[in-house]
């Protein structure tokens, strides 16, 4: 006798299809997405027969009214001038401007169907046997021969990149650092997961604290709602009933 299949869901409603394969991250963000849908309903900022998700995608009605919830139940402080004045002394690469760095890199695609976690255990062994390649020149090699890129007919090299040249999750992990060779960590970005090699940099110019001043706000409040954002969905959490899903709960407020 088969047993029936238990699919992921929050409050019963469910995350994926009996026939979709969705990795463990894809369904952590659905899950989130869903309490935040839930919570709008029940705050009557959205209709109860809201449709529910399909394939995580969720109506325009949800979306807006989840902006609104967000905005009523996240009360952010403005950063004050000091804490501003703190971030940038202890972030000053970060706001320089003009730096760049000479990279290049193995990308390993994330693409429709493909075993997330399998890609990522070929691209973790890659990254360990190019950071034990002490002579460094097997990485042009191996990237002609791995990397889903484009570049790799080049051996990986992208050239001199700043900031405007790449993705963002690319450039903060290789802008506003030290370091040179091999990157210790994989690189997630939008595209797959890359091993990434700096091989110069060029660290730019130091703006005034004045100069960059409204940047710097706009980080401290991005970090802000990050973290209430993530500490409302831990409350929402504790108070859902979730099946086939790992989240972090709180059974008591953590948002002042």
């Given at each position: ?6 699919l992921?869901a ?8 009996a026939d979709?394969?969705v ?17 709008a309903i ?15 995608a969720?109506?325009?009605d949800?979306s ?21 004045r703190?971030?940038h ?5 970060r706001?320089?401007?003009?730096e ?8 390993f695609?994330?693409?429709p ?8 255990k070929r691209?973790?062994?890659c990254l360990?046997d ?5 002579a460094?020149?097997r ?10 890129c ?11 990149l700043r900031?405007?040249d790449c ?7 290789i802008?506003?650092?030290n370091?040179?060779g091999?990157?210790p ?7 797959g997961?890359?091993?990434v ?6 660290p730019?110019?130091?703006?005034a ?8 706000a ?5 970090q802000?709602f ?6 409302y969905l831990?409350?929402l959490?504790?108070?859902a009933e979730l099946?086939?899903?790992?989240l972090?709960a709180?059974?008591?407020p953590?948002v002042?």
């Amino acid at each position: 006798m088969n047993t029936p299949q238990v699919l992921p869901a929050v409050n019963g409603v469910p995350l994926a299809a009996a026939d979709e394969t969705v990795d463990a991250e894809t369904l952590r963000q659905r899950a989130c997405t869903e309490l935040l849908r839930q919570a709008a309903i029940h705050q009557g900022l959205l209709r109860r027969d809201d449709p529910a998700p399909l394939q995580g995608a969720i109506s325009e009605d949800a979306s807006a009214a989840i902006e609104t919830l967000l905005d009523q139940a996240l009360q952010l402080p403005e950063p004050t001038d000091e804490a501003c004045r703190r971030h940038h002394a202890a972030n000053l690469p970060r706001y320089a401007v003009g730096e760049r760095a000479q990279v290049r890199h193995v990308l390993f695609a994330v693409t429709p169907g493909v075993d997330v976690n399998a890609l990522r255990k070929r691209a973790e062994a890659c990254l360990l046997d190019l950071r034990c390649d002490a002579a460094g020149g097997r990485f042009g090699e191996v990237a002609r021969s791995t990397s889903n890129c484009p570049s790799g007919a080049e051996g990986g090299e992208l050239g001199w990149l700043r900031a405007e040249d790449c993705a963002p999750e690319l450039a903060r992990e290789i802008l506003g650092h030290n370091e040179i060779g091999v990157l210790p960590r994989l690189v997630a970005t939008r595209f797959g997961l890359h091993v990434v090699e700096v091989l110069a940099r060029e660290p730019g110019a130091q703006p005034a604290y004045e100069a960059v001043r409204s940047a710097v706000a706009q980080a401290l409040r991005q970090q802000a709602f990050a973290t209430a954002l993530r500490q409302y969905l831990q409350l929402l959490a504790g108070q859902a009933e979730l099946q086939g899903v790992d989240l972090e709960a709180a059974a008591t407020p953590l948002v002042q």
